[in-house]
């Protein structure tokens, strides 16, 4: 079993749409929850960083994290075309190092 | 500023062939990650340099692997005899604080 477990999709939804995307995680050890977005042939951008548990809001992102469950979970509000996309969510532990444990990543798709 | 860039872009070579990949760091971070991207396995952690102390290489596949990291700065990451299995691509990161600044990547093609 990975650390980390993502469903990889795709995931296809209309302009407008509410998405949904989540990852569990077995290390209890994950103190920092990152969600990643990835265009095709470039680098991950970070979108959003937790430290702990709880929620985070910046403009159409919102993103969960739930220790108890070991669940994190990225929404995305009134898609947009551009949101098309892999989204990847990284963990990382309390060291000082922070090497990012990913999951496999989920592709989306925002039709027009 | 400049983000983090990566030499080169794309790179194609024959099995058995060695390999350097480059990364520049954004200018202050003192935290360099080299990751892999491989299909069906995602991203993988390969080795982390922090300022002058020793790098955490306990993510590289295999001791064909090593990577240095000059002045704190500019990083290379080296195969030696190169696999198929070696085809990915090598992101870069750099840090300064929470959050990592990815490079484009270099796309190597083993054949």
């Known amino acids: 079993q990975k650390e980390v477990e993502q469903d990889p999709g795709p995931l296809s939804v209309p302009e407008g749409a509410i998405v949904s995307l989540n990852c569990t995680y077995s290390?209890?050890?994950?103190?920092?929850f990152m969600w990643y977005r990835q265009y095709s042939r470039k680098g991950p951008e970070l979108l959003m960083y937790t430290y702990s548990s709880g929620n985070k809001e910046d403009g159409r992102f919102t993103a969960q994290v739930d220790k108890s469950s070991k669940y994190i979970s990225l929404f995305i509000r009134d898609s947009q075309p551009s949101d098309s996309a892999t989204y990847l969510c990284a963990l990382a532990n309390a060291g000082n190092n922070r090497k990012l444990i990913w999951g496999l990543g989920t592709s989306l798709a925002v039709n027009p | 500023g400049a983000g983090v860039s990566q030499s080169p872009s794309n790179k194609v070579t024959e099995k058995g062939k060695d390999v350097e990949l480059r990364c520049d760091p954004i200018?202050?971070?003192?935290?360099l990650y080299w990751y892999r991207q491989s299909l069906g396995q995602g991203l993988e952690f390969l080795i982390y340099?922090?300022?002058?102390?020793?790098?955490?290489k306990s993510g590289l596949p295999s001791d064909r692997f090593s990577a240095e990291r000059t002045g704190g700065s500019v990083s290379t990451l080296t195969i030696q005899r190169t696999q198929q299995e070696d085809s990915a691509v090598y992101l870069c990161?750099?840090?300064?604080?929470?959050?990592?600044?990815f490079g484009p990547g270099t796309r190597l093609t083993v054949l």
């Open positions: 340099f922090q300022g002058n102390s020793a790098p955490d």
């Open positions: 990161a750099s840090r300064q604080g929470g959050e990592q600044f």
């Open positions: 200018s202050g971070h003192t935290a």
């Open positions: 290390n209890s050890a994950f103190q920092y």
